[in-house]
């Protein structure tokens, strides 16, 4: 394993019943690199986030984190080692405040056993750095969808990650959110974060990552930088023909 690959991923399997999730897939994270994870519906993408995670276990493979392979342990272990996620659909505790919501991702999620009062001071930092402070007292539920997904990566950031994995951050969302959230991610990028997004808004994902790793029927169709990507025939028959943003 290379000096700066921070993540590593080595002909991971993965099946449900006969379904076959993942058929061998393998990538590297370099530090610092932003990583972008696409490919249509049911490629496997979220599947492998899982298994990097810690929630699925592969049934053949592994997975390096920092030269350790972590591929048995579980996601609380991944998570106090660095590695921290967002969720597709964010599912915040609704009846508590914003800054609550950080706090709790600051106090279980650092590797190091902190009190609550320094929980809370990395909580009121993280929602200035990602712009939700005004909504600090709010309660969640409260938030717009936008706000959702901000508070999503303020809960991630709460764990002091070294590798931040995105789950589709900006979907749904009006195109001043989307510009406003990736100039977040690379702010969060050049805090010295390593990212591997998975994303279907092409502008956003092609916009901010350093390469592309496209995933197709559990396999992995392609790699390389996003101008190569945009221009693969296979990727542009299998998903990017469908994408009328994608080079734009
Ligand atoms: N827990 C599960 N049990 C059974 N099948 C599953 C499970 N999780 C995923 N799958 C199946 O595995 C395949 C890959 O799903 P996955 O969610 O990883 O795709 P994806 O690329 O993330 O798709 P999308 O872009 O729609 O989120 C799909 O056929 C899906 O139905």
């Not at 921070?6 to 449900?16: G, P, R, S, Y």
């Not at 699925?56 to 998570?79: A, M, Q, S, W, Y």
């Not at 909504?135 to 764990?159: S, V």
């Not at 197709?216 to 190569?228: M, N, V």
Request: aromatic letters at 6%; proline letters at 3%; hydrophobic letters at 45%.
């Amino acid at each position: 394993m290379s000096q700066n690959i921070i993540l590593q991923v080595d002909e991971v399997w993965k099946t449900f019943g006969g379904l076959v999730a993942l058929g061998g897939v393998s990538l590297k994270l370099h530090q610092n690199e932003i990583l972008g994870l696409i490919g249509p519906n049911g490629a496997g993408k979220t599947t492998l986030f899982n298994v990097i995670a810690g929630a699925f276990r592969p049934d053949r493979g592994t997975v390096i984190f920092k030269h350790e392979n972590i591929t048995g342990l579980k996601p609380n272990r991944r998570c106090h080692l660095g590695i921290s996620r967002t969720f597709q659909i964010p599912k915040p505790f609704l009846d508590m405040s914003v800054l609550d919501n950080v706090v709790v991702g600051a106090y279980f999620g650092s590797a190091r056993r902190i009190g609550i009062e320094a929980a809370r001071d990395a909580a009121v930092e993280i929602l200035n750095f990602v712009g939700l402070d005004k909504q600090k007292d709010y309660p969640a539920k409260n938030l717009t969808i936008g706000e959702r997904k901000k508070l999503e990566l303020c809960r991630a950031l709460a764990a002091k990650p070294d590798v931040l994995l995105l789950d589709e951050v900006v979907g749904g969302l009006h195109s001043s959110e989307v510009k406003e959230i990736m100039e977040v991610i690379k702010r969060i990028n050049q805090s010295g974060v390593a990212i591997l997004m998975i994303e279907h808004v092409m502008k956003a994902v092609m916009g901010v990552s350093q390469r592309i790793v496209v995933l197709q029927y559990g396999k992995k169709l392609a790699e390389g930088t996003p101008d190569e990507i945009v221009q693969n025939e296979e990727v542009i028959a299998a998903y990017l023909g469908g994408k009328r943003d994608a080079a734009s």
